[in-house]
Every structure is written in C-alpha cells, then in structure tokens.
C-alpha cells in the first residue's frame, strides 16, 4: 500500500508509514472522522417554551380580574405550553412546572368567578322574583 502522507510504498501489514511514521491504518480514518459529527444533535433545544408557559401562566391570574376568557385562554396556553415542554424534556423544566401550577391557578380562579357570577345572577332573578309579586 501507498502512504497517504508522503505517498511511499510500504507494506501492506505495516501499520505506520517508513518514510513519515503516521498511521497507514487511515482507511477506516475518513469513516471514524466522519461520524462524531452527525452524532451531535442539529438543533438544541430551547427553554422557549417553558418561559412562554410561565409568562401564560402568571399573566392568567390578573387577567382573571379582567376578563375571564382571557385569563382562561391564557391559562389553557400555560398549562399546554408547560406540558409539551416537559413532554419534550427541553431546558427549563422549572419554568415550565411553575407555569402548569400558575396555569391551573388562573384556570381555578376563573372557575371560582364564574361560579360567583352565576351564583349573583341567579341571586339576583331570586331577588326579583320576591320583589315582582309584592309590586304587583
Ligand atoms: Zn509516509
């Protein structure tokens, strides 16, 4: 075989090169080189997610005090956000659990206002019911 280096013959079971000293068992060398590199993965994940799902996550409680289709929008979003994150086990694993549990919060306070408004509103028919027939 001939050297890859400095192009001499040598044998073919010499395992270095007479004439330069490097390796001749480079054949499998371009293979070996090769390979390390697709190992690595393309893209790294990011904490993206997770951060989106924690700002979901706490703008859902306020926003429980504005509008409740929001709060409970932004809820939703927390906890799926949050969820995928995990699932997927990107970076920031803390911003995504604390974005499911403030998810959940804003979902639990939007559940209690909403209990509260059908409660009132019925309160309030009750109310005018016993007020209607005393008028009348
Ligand atoms: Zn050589």
């Given at each position: 075989m001939f050297c890859r280096y400095c192009g001499k013959e040598n044998s073919d079971d010499a395992n270095f090169c007479n004439s330069c000293g490097k390796s001749l068992s480079g054949k499998s060398t371009p293979n070996n080189t090769q390979q390390p590199a697709p190992a690595r993965p393309a893209?790294?994940?990011?904490?993206?997610?997770?951060?989106?799902?924690?700002?979901?996550?706490?703008?859902?409680?306020?926003?429980?005090?504005?509008?409740?289709?929001?709060?409970?929008?932004?809820?939703?979003?927390?906890?799926?956000?949050?969820?995928?994150?995990?699932?997927?086990k990107r970076p920031g694993k803390e911003y995504a659990e604390w974005g499911?549990?403030?998810?959940?919060?804003?979902?639990?306070?939007?559940?209690?206002?909403?209990?509260?408004?059908?409660?009132?509103?019925?309160?309030l028919f009750a109310f005018m019911a016993d007020m209607i027939p005393s008028i009348s």
């Open positions: 893209a790294e994940p990011t904490a993206n997610l997770a951060i989106a799902s924690l700002i979901f996550g706490i703008c859902s409680i306020p926003m429980a005090f504005l509008a409740l289709w929001l709060s409970l929008l932004c809820a939703i979003c927390a906890v799926v956000l949050g969820k995928i994150s995990l699932d997927q499911i549990k403030l998810g959940a919060i804003g979902f639990g306070i939007c559940v209690a206002f909403f209990i509260i408004y059908i409660v009132s509103i019925f309160g």
